[in-house]
């Protein structure tokens, strides 16, 4: 995989340093990511390895583990790198409340038989002379759960807001005519009306909002529809 294509999958499986999207991508393309961040020796791509696991588990993209495993030879230093990386993203997930891939706690329970706790060291050894912190780690994980959290958040706060809109023009439909009610609106956002539409405003509609304005009205209105 070329690097630009990686780090356009990146952004689509939700690493924010290199976020470029919010389309799905394939399994097959999942696991070709993977294999890459693991066998990287960029230190940056191989912190969004548990970013991406996480990722999937949250999209809903089913992978298995075993299956990414079995592209290589079992004492490769490419599976070697690859275990690692999920024995540590595994125990990391787990330490930060954040989804898992289905499968991957079993698979997690025999790597640690092979490598031990990996989360008890300062860095992972990768081969070659090359590590990665396990601080670091943590930290790409923790960004992304952030913007996770802040993607969510502004989401639900549009649904409420598109719901309020919703209701809003309801209850103004019930109350005025298509005309009437394009007025109220338009005042409401601050919007210049005509003269015609003014005088119009002034002499018809403002008269209707005075009257549901007024306390006593609210107190029947409500009086009746609690009964």
Do not use: W
Request: net charge positive.
């Amino acid at each position: 995989m070329r690097k630009e294509e990686l780090i356009t999958a990146l952004g689509q499986l939700g690493y924010q340093l290199f976020s470029t999207g919010n389309r799905k991508v394939g399994k097959k393309r999942t696991y070709d990511v993977l294999d890459e961040l693991a066998n990287s020796t960029d230190a940056r791509l191989i912190e969004a390895f548990p970013v991406v696991l996480a990722n999937c588990a949250h999209q809903g993209i089913e992978l298995d583990i075993r299956a990414l495993l079995s592209r290589h030879r079992e004492r490769s230093q490419e599976r070697r790198r690859l275990e690692k990386m999920i024995l540590v993203s595994a125990d990391l997930l787990d330490h930060e409340g954040l989804e898992k891939p289905d499968d991957i706690d079993k698979v997690a329970e025999e790597l640690r038989l092979k490598y031990g706790d990996l989360l008890a060291v300062e860095k992972i050894a990768l081969g070659k002379g090359f590590s990665v912190s396990i601080e670091r780690l943590q930290n790409a994980l923790r960004r992304y759960a952030t913007d996770l959290e802040r993607s969510e958040s502004a989401r639900v706060k549009e649904g409420k807001m598109q719901l309020r809109s919703f209701q809003l023009n309801l209850h103004l439909s019930t109350l005025f005519p298509e005309k009437q009610k394009e007025l109220v609106l338009k005042k409401l956002n601050g919007k210049p009306l005509t003269k015609t539409e003014q005088e119009y405003y002034s002499r018809i509609v403002k008269k209707k909002l005075e009257a549901l304005a007024n306390s006593e009205i609210r107190k029947i209105a409500l009086a009746l529809t609690e009964k």
